[in-house]
T-cell receptor, first 115, second 111 residues
Framework: NAGVMQNPRHLVRRRGQEARLRCSPMKGHSHVYWYRQLPEEGLKFMVYLQKENIIDESGMPKERFSAEFPKEGPSILRIQQVVRGDSAAYFC?????????????FGPGTRLLVL | GESVGLHLPTLSVQEGDNSIINCAYSNSASDYFIWYKQESGKGPQFIIDIRSNMDKRQGQRVTVLLNKTVKHLSLQIAATQPGDSAVYFCAENTGGFKTIFGAGTRLFVKA
């Protein structure tokens, strides 16, 4: 049973470019969570999605960031017009049913570097 | 805002000794707590969890203690091994979808 998959593992972008981060949840999981981690810090919640629905995006910056989880295919975290402050590790987690207090399983992360 | 924090940013222990990693939280409404282990270059890995109706829970070589009176959580690792070297995060959940992470404690295991 494959775990949560994320790609790319490393992404380098210049300021002003777009970054697209992909996440495939564990088999049988239909709930996806995105987190951001700055160096030497904990993970900060960004958004929680079900298939075709955004359930909670209270941790997402108001501008330039968007997320989707289409009926088919991986979840996408999109960052437009990246700035240096966007450099971080972005982790995706998934859970089976999205119930409160349900264990979330994390992917290996995408490390974004903005030059 | 964040309500989970850790007392010590780094902890160094001798191989074979027991490790204790501490965590404080401030949200009285939190009723579910999780410990994660994160190795360099990897995502967080679930270790053990505990609900607020419990004071103690044991896993394989790990024990989590919860003191709701002082809002304190600890992770005990028995017979620490080199493979235990990592950053450990406590996290809390108030029954919703968000998991709030603390800043992390880096554990070094000396051979």
């Amino acid at each position: 049973n494959a775990g949560v998959m994320q790609n790319p593992r490393h992404l380098v972008r210049r300021r002003g470019q777009e970054a697209r981060l992909r996440c495939s949840p564990m088999k049988g999981h239909s709930h996806v969570y995105w987190y951001r981690q700055l160096p030497e810090e904990g993970l900060k919640f960004m958004v929680y999605l079900q298939k075709e629905n955004i359930i909670d995006e209270s941790g997402m910056p108001k501008e330039r960031f968007s997320a989707e989880f289409p009926k088919e295919g991986p979840s996408i975290l999109r960052i437009q017009q990246v700035v240096r402050g966007d450099s971080a590790a972005y982790f995706c987690a998934s859970s089976p049913s999205g119930q409160p207090r349900e264990t979330q399983y994390f992917g290996p992360g995408t490390r974004l570097l903005v030059l | 805002g964040e309500s989970v924090g850790l007392h010590l940013p780094t902890l160094s222990v001798q191989e074979g000794d027991n490790s204790i990693i501490n965590c404080a939280y401030s949200n009285s409404a939190s009723d579910y707590f999780i410990w994660y282990k994160q190795e360099s270059g990897k995502g967080p890995q679930f270790i053990i969890d505990i609900r607020s109706n419990m004071d103690k829970r044991q896993g394989q070589r790990v024990t989590v203690l919860l003191n709701k009176t002082v809002k304190h959580l600890s992770l005990q690792i028995a017979a620490t091994q080199p493979g235990d070297s990592a950053v450990y995060f406590c996290a809390e959940n108030t029954g919703g979808f968000k998991t709030i992470f603390g800043a992390g404690t880096r554990l070094f295991v000396k051979a």
